[in-house]
């Protein structure tokens, strides 16, 4: 049962407005900050049909990356995978606070396996292979699934191939201040704030820790 937000009456699961008023619900898919993306790429398709094909890559993608062979594998096919999958799962490069993405089991597990394959890579190689922006989405991935000393080590990767990119400022920041480590936290905003002031997320993030250091 859904009930409206407008008047608060009890609909069923699957009508589009609300029996009462006639408000129109609005269409989700994972039901967090991705619905957007998510449903502008398949836009001329229904919701059902939507969810479907979304279930049948799923899988695809991680039969396959459980099974792949990194010995066998190029660099540039295994990068191009990681970031097929964070475009797949609509990962965003910036998450700012109060924004969550809510990843289903069958998600998690793409994460998690894409994740442990170029933490592997990485190992081998002795250094960090996918693009800066693929760290720092994975990092903002792990930091959803509470998986924050690993978010931390993507994050520090970002850095390491780009130490003055912004969103991987950003992302540290974050991550810091999760963990309650404000002036760390606020350490790399006042880096990321010298090269760029016109940062919403950034600056809204500096308010909440003065607010909590004072």
Known sequence: ????????????????????????????????????????????????????????????MI?????????????????AFVDEALAFLHVPVTLGLGDEMNFNEREEILILVTVSK?????????????????????ANALNCLGEC???????????LKEPNNIDALFGKAILNFNEKKYEEAKRYLEKLMAKTEAHSKALYLAEMIDQLSS
């Open 118 to 138: 170029l933490e592997e890579a990485d190992n081998i190689s002795g250094r960090p292979l996918a693009s800066t922006r693929s760290y720092i989405r994975l």
């Open 1 to 60: 049962m859904n009930s409206c937000e407008l008047c608060g009456a009890q609909a069923e699961d699957g009508q589009k407005t609300c029996p009462r008023c006639g408000f129109e619900f609005p269409e989700v898919v994972r039901s967090d900050i991705r619905d957007e993306k998510i449903l502008e790429r398949y836009k001329e398709k229904p919701l059902e049909t939507v969810k479907r094909d979304l279930r049948d890559k799923l899988s695809q």
């Open 63 to 79: 039969s396959y990356f459980e099974n792949v062979d990194l010995g066998q594998m190029d660099v540039n096919d295994l990068t």
């Open 149 to 159: 000393s690993r978010a931390m080590e993507m994050i520090d990767k970002a850095l």
